[in-house]
Nanobody, 121 residues
Framework: QVQLVESGGGLVQAGGSLRLSCAAS?????MGWFRQAPGKEREFVAA????????YYADSVKGRFTISRDNAKNNLYLQMNSLKPEDTAVYYC?????????????????WGQGTQVTVSS
């Protein structure tokens, strides 16, 4: 399993932007972002594969968030624009060597510690 470290969270006003980063200790095929708000289950945000030709977004973030990778650095990013208060959550980076790009938490073997994103109204 790879080690994952997220960064880039913070406090932002509604309509603002943040860019999350995830540094992986090694190469993985599929990487994704999930989030968990207080009192709620962890939910899928976005994921893509190594080549970037298979990308999948949750409907709630489609058109506002963009996932990308720098494979040379083993880094994953999440550009978040037009943020809403309902985007407030702890955001987690996840990695899988399963070739399927999936929204299921069960498919991801490695998880970061999370980074807090708070969007004020």
């Amino acid at each position: 399993q790879v080690q994952l470290v997220e960064s880039g969270g913070g406090l932002v006003q509604a309509g603002g932007s943040l860019r999350l980063s995830c540094a992986a200790s090694g190469r993985t095929w599929t990487m994704g972002w999930f989030r968990q708000a207080p009192g709620k289950e962890r939910e899928f945000v976005a994921a893509n594969n190594w080549s970037g030709d298979n990308t999948y977004y949750a409907d709630s973030v489609k058109g506002r968030f963009t996932i990308s990778r720098d494979n040379a650095k083993n880094n994953l990013y999440l550009q978040m624009n037009s943020l809403k208060p309902e985007d407030t959550a702890v955001y987690y980076c996840a990695a899988s060597n399963n070739m399927a790009v999936t929204a299921s938490t069960l498919q991801y073997a490695s998880w970061g510690q999370g980074t807090q994103v708070t969007v004020s109204s």
